[in-house]
């Protein structure tokens, strides 16, 4: 196979890949306020989710399984409750005995994570594209989720 062949098709690629949108300010469940961009150069796995929603309730045990086995392994985990009340959610989480931090938007939401349906999950590599965006309940307690997450690191 001639490389240069090769190369093209992989900057041909990663040119379709969009660049994900940082510009996100989040309030975690402490209260403290948290930019998006202090995520950047992590792979981010971003969940849209709410308690009054079946499907994202139903995902949850697999998200945090996920959360255990990877954390501290260069990947943040952005939950964002859509709840009208946030403290539903922190108590939902805390019921639940999940590990992963809770947040809520304290700004607006960039376009382009707004979605119709919820859950929604989008992965943002570190280098800061969008690579995965997912509709609806997603099983990502897998061997092949985890090393799709270890690739993008």
Known sequence: ????????????EESKKPKADFNMSLMN???ERVEMEEFRGNVIFFNLWATWCPPCVAEMPGINNLYNDVK????????LSLDNDFQKAID?????????EVYQLAGGLPPMYASQ???TTYVIDADGNLVLTHQGMGDYDSEEFKDFLDELK
């Open 72 to 79: 501290g392994g260069k990947v943040a985990f952005i939950m």
């Open 117 to 119: 349906a919820i859950p």
């Open 29 to 31: 469940s402490k209260g």
């Open 1 to 12: 196979m001639d490389p240069d062949v090769d190369t093209q098709a992989t900057s041909l």
């Open 92 to 100: 939902f989480n805390k019921k639940k005995g999940y590990d992963f």
